[in-house]
């Protein structure tokens, strides 16, 4: 469980979360000028409250770039009862639908899926604090999901398609940490045949009652 939730069920939530993004404001397909700037809920964003109302404690989705070595800025802000945060990430993921490839049935979707999947190497997830850098690598969880929609895809999408939802399928590696007030530096790796990402996540967390400007 994450947050009052099953953690299969976060994951389709976050697939959500990032299919609804427009390709201009999506954190892992613009341009990295456009990172580490904005602290909205596009350039990585919490769960809107209907996601998780009945949620111990909320949940704050990261989501990386793909190829290259990049540092994002989010600041995590806090109601006057939050406390600490749960972060969903993925270290390395992949997603397969009939919408993106055509070509292929079902079963040849969940093979490609499982096989790249299977193939992902050089996984690493630390964490620095005010305690100290932790390697958080062995909670890496390898999570993966049955079929399940996504709705709510722009017009113009990082997936490129002229549809509004697809099916899905998912497989990857996830790391889910509860993080406190203050400064925390978060970096995940991992890759494949399929692509590579390194990213950073310098992370303010405010903690209960505190405006911007505060920690």
Known sequence: MLAGKPINDW??????????????????????????????????GRTPRDWGENAEKRVWFLAGAYGTNSTLRSIIPATE??????????????????????????????????????GAKDLKVTLNSSDGIKDLTDELQRVETDWFPVENIPEENILALDVDHINMKSDGYWIFLELSPGEHILQLKGKSNNYESDMTFNLTVRGPGKKKGTI
């Open 11 to 44: 994951i389709k939530t976050w697939w959500n979360w990032y299919y609804s993004i427009e390709e201009k404001e999506h954190p892992s397909y613009s341009s990295l000028s456009n990172y580490g700037v904005r602290n909205n809920d596009y350039n990585q």
């Open 81 to 118: 009862t939050d406390e600490s945060w749960s972060i969903l990430a993925p270290a390395y993921n992949m997603g397969v639908s009939e919408a993106e490839f055509p070509s292929l049935d079902k079963q040849e979707l969940e093979n490609l899926l499982k096989d790249d999947v299977d």
